[in-house]
């Protein structure tokens, strides 16, 4: 009996040995705990949980560092333990992003790892599809201060300094827009209505990002006459302004009212002698078009339409029609008689 209970006594030392073996605490799976960064890709805060701590110049660019203390050859900062020897995203120093590889605290970034070393101003970026390239931060719209980080496709137009900016001062933000060097409200901007340069006709306001006419929105190069939406430039009704009327039968071509249906624009009074300021012509819309219905040139160099002589629809058939005012201040236009000739001194003449 004295052997059967040592035999029991010494079983239970063995199981109870083994339950408490199994529940002490392993220290190198511990530290396998600790020092396990699991998923790395992405943002560091997207993966890394407390009692670790991200350290590094940006979120996406850190290690999910294990707390401190620290075992050599690593450091402790910000409460994290991090290798300058071999971290690329503390390769040397603290923050500083290596994008190839950090061997001794020293970084052989991607660029020169594929023979193409950036300048000394210049990062090597990942530029996309695990392509990278130099790009100098303090200017580079796309990678502005730091690999990756864009400026505003609307808010910028320039990186300064690294600072994404619009012209010389700070980027656009609230919603406003980079237009032409300084921030507009392209919601009521009469001059950016909607974007940049879309600028609103004559008495149109710009609402919600529309050229309005009243209630009603109009487009591009249109101008509010009254509560009408016009195109100044071809609405014979407002041709050129609103409210100039070019009459009925008439065009409107570039702002100007044309005669009748032939697309031409008739200049009324203009300089028509060799010397400039000393002869004056008029050209008329009449029936078949623009016609020179008076003419004061004392050089004979132009002369009126037969068939519009000093006005539209006075035809001279087969006779000269001959202006002349040379002496008397007004130009006068008639159609010589029969056997008579035109004297731009002094009119229709008998000669001799």
Same mark, same amino acid.
């Given at each position: 009996m004295r052997h059967l209970g040592l035999m029991i006594l010494s079983v239970l030392l063995v199981v109870g040995c083994a339950s408490s073996k199994k529940t002490e605490p392993n220290n190198n799976n511990i530290n396998n705990i600790n020092n396990n960064t699991n998923n790395t890709t992405g943002p560091c805060s997207s993966y890394c949980q407390a009692?670790?701590?991200?350290i590094g110049s940006t979120d996406a660019n850190s290690t999910c560092a294990s707390p401190c203390p620290c075992q050599s050859p690593k450091v402790c900062y910000s409460g994290g333990c991090i290798d300058l020897f071999t971290d690329p995203n503390n390769c040397g120093a603290v923050?500083?992003?290596?994008?190839?590889?950090?061997?001794?605290?020293?970084?052989?970034?991607?660029?020169? &790892?594929?023979?193409?070393?950036?300048?000394a101003n210049q990062t090597?970026?990942?530029?996309?599809?695990?392509? @990278? &390239?130099?790009?100098?931060? &303090?200017?580079?719209?796309?990678?502005?201060?730091?690999?990756?980080?864009?400026?505003?496709?609307?808010?910028?137009?320039?990186?300064?300094?690294?600072?994404?900016?619009?012209?010389?001062?700070?980027?656009?933000?609230?919603?406003?827009?980079?237009?032409?060097?300084?921030?507009?409200?392209?919601?009521?901007?009469?001059?950016?209505?909607g974007s940049c340069g879309n600028a609103c006709g004559v008495g149109l306001t710009c609402t919600g990002g529309q050229c309005m006419c009243g209630s009603a929105a109009c487009g591009f190069g249109e101008s509010c006459?009254?509560?009408?939406?016009?195109?100044?430039?071809?609405?014979?009704?407002?041709?050129?302004?609103c409210g100039n009327n070019c009459g009925t039968g008439n065009g409107c071509s570039a702002g100007d009212c044309t005669c009748g249906t032939s697309g031409q624009v008739c200049k009324g009074d203009y300089d028509c002698g060799l010397m400039p300021g000393m002869s004056t012509c008029t050209e008329e819309c009449c &029936?078949?078009?623009?016609?020179?219905?008076?003419?004061?040139?004392?050089?004979?160099?132009?002369?009126?339409?037969?068939?519009?002589?000093?006005?539209?629809?006075?035809?001279?058939?087969?006779?000269?029609?001959?202006?002349?005012?040379? @002496?008397?201040?007004?130009?006068?236009?008639?159609?010589?008689?029969?056997?008579?000739?035109?004297?731009?001194?002094?009119?229709?003449?008998?000669?001799?």
């Open positions: 009692p670790k701590v991200c923050g500083n992003y290596c994008s190839g590889t950090c061997t001794n605290g020293t970084c052989v970034d991607a660029c020169a &790892a594929i023979g193409a070393p950036c300048q090597c970026c990942d530029v996309g599809g695990g392509v @990278f &390239a130099c790009r100098t931060t &303090a200017t580079d719209l796309q990678n502005c201060g730091t690999c990756g980080r864009a400026c505003s496709a609307t808010g910028a137009n320039a990186c300064l300094n690294g600072q994404c900016a619009c012209g010389s001062g700070a980027e656009c933000t609230g919603g406003r827009s980079c237009c032409s060097n300084s921030c507009k409200d392209t919601n009521n901007d009469v001059y950016n209505c006459c009254g509560n009408y939406c016009a195109n100044l430039n071809t609405d014979i009704s407002n041709c050129g302004e &029936a078949n078009g623009c016609a020179i219905t008076k003419v004061n040139d004392m050089m004979g160099m132009v002369t009126p339409d037969n068939a519009n002589c000093g006005a539209c629809g006075n035809n001279c058939g087969s006779n000269t029609c001959c202006c002349f005012g040379a @002496f008397i201040g007004t130009v006068q236009c008639n159609c010589c008689t029969s056997g008579q000739t035109c004297d731009p001194m002094v009119g229709c003449s008998s000669g001799g």
